[in-house]
């Protein structure tokens, strides 16, 4: 089992910035193909990124690319999502998930993925 507790949500004007952190916990998460999505109310969950073991493969959905960043520490067992040039419609509650994966394997759909965080609110004004 592996938890996983997101944090570094809240609220920042439209332009600004903000790192979302992922905390492993029970069992390493270096072995496990990470990834973040969002999901607003009556809204589909949507992918944005997805990280590699090492860390040395990503991914993200068109709409963040070039503003977004994911990387992992697995030595503090945590993965991050720096978000910037933030815009209204980036507002929602954002989420990472671990899967099982190959090592260098990117996984993109919901269902690939075996545990979730509770999720934490971003929220961007214009």
């Known amino acids: 089992q592996v938890q996983l507790v997101e944090s570094g949500g809240g609220w920042v004007q439209a332009g600004g910035s903000l790192r979302l952190s992922c905390a492993a916990s029970?069992?390493?998460?270096?072995?496990?193909?990470m990834g973040w999505f969002r999901q607003a109310p009556g809204k589909e969950r949507e992918f944005v990124a997805a990280i590699n073991w090492s860390g040395g493969r990503t991914y993200y959905v068109d709409s963040v690319k070039g503003g977004f960043t994911s990387s992992r520490d697995n030595v503090k067992n945590t993965v991050y999502l720096q978000m910037n040039s933030l815009k209204p419609d980036d507002t929602t509650v954002y989420y990472c998930?671990?899967?099982?994966?190959?090592?260098?394997?990117?996984?993109?759909?919901?269902?690939?993925?075996?545990?979730w965080g509770q999720g934490t609110q971003v929220t961007v004004s214009s």
């Open positions: 998930a671990a899967a099982h994966t190959q090592p260098q394997v990117l996984a993109f759909m919901d269902y690939e993925y075996d545990y």
């Open positions: 029970g069992r390493t998460c270096s072995r496990y193909g």
